[in-house]
């Protein structure tokens, strides 16, 4: 289903039928995919388990080769294999941090982990210095700067592995399923934190399969067993859920386009302005109020 264009901005990486299999799989993981992902944009992507979500972030991050269809950076095709300085140029452009920050963290020290990327990108010392004190700040590691990564808590390892996202200054960041492992408080500082880097102008990429966080940002991706289900801005997609015309396998709709679909079944016909809570009660108590 194809919702309305995003908001006009300069291409940063464009997925042109993406094609990914996995040795003994029933059937491709990525199966056709064509994706824009443009610069300084936010766009969640939505999936059950088995989806394809990893699978499409490891490809924007450039860690994963496809098996077929083409990659453009900046507007330029790049060779899809893993010594192509194309691919390199990608994974310097975007930075992913992934469901568990411990796969991440390399090094023995919060400061020695955070300068890793720098490093490896050949820069000077001064800048390496520079990127990651700056980085470290940004994160609320300052007091942790010398401790292992192994006593941090679950929240301040995912803010370490951020840390050392930033520090490469990416355009672009990928979360991939970042809240998962959190609790409550951490997920807030996390969703608290992908509205700043964005608002920095980084591109987010927020992979996950909780629609409520995904309710409040300007572009929805589903993906369905490898294929691209919707792409549009979120009032839309909300409608078609409430209304039946789609019904992504494995997702639960919040509850207020539950509630929607429920008094629309038994008569009542709700019309919310705004897919968000408030506008839903209220759509509700109009309903109610005019039976």
Known sequence: MAGPEARAAAPLVALEAITVRYPGAARPALDGVTLT???????????????????????LAGLLVPDGGEIRLFGERIAADQASTGLRRLRRAVGMVF?????????????????????????????IEARTDAAI?????????????????GGEKQRLAIAGVLAMEPRAVVFDEASSMLDPRARRR?????????????????????????????????????????????????????AGRISPPGLLPP?????????????????????????????????????
């Not at 700040?137 to 808590?153: K, Q, T």
């Not at 940002?217 to 009032?235: E, K, N, Q, S």
């Not at 539950?258 to 839903?280: I, T």
């Open 99 to 127: 469901q568990n920050p411990e796969a991440q963290i390399v090094a023995a020290t919060v400061e020695d982990d955070v300068a890793f990327g720098p490093e490896n990108l050949g820069l000077a010392a001064r800048e």
């Open 190 to 242: 996390l969703m608290g934190e992908m509205r700043r880097e964005h608002a920095a102008g980084r591109a987010i990429v927020h992979i996950t399969h909780d629609m409520e966080e995904a309710r409040d940002v300007p572009r929805i991706v589903v993906l369905d067993r490898g294929r691209l289900l919707y792409d549009g801005t979120p009032a839309p997609f909300f409608e078609a859920l409430a």
């Open 37 to 59: 992902l443009r610069a300084g944009e936010w766009v969640s992507v939505l999936g059950a388990n088995g989806s394809g979500k990893t699978t499409l972030a490891r490809v």
């Open 255 to 291: 509850f207020w386009v539950r509630l929607v679909a429920a008094l629309r079944a038994e008569g009542f016909p709700v019309e919310p302005e705004r897919w968000e809570a408030e506008a839903v009660v209220e759509a509700v108590w109009r309903s109610f109020s005019n039976a």
């Open 137 to 153: 700040v940004r994160m609320g590691l300052d007091g942790h700067r010398h401790d292992e990564p192994a006593r941090l808590s």
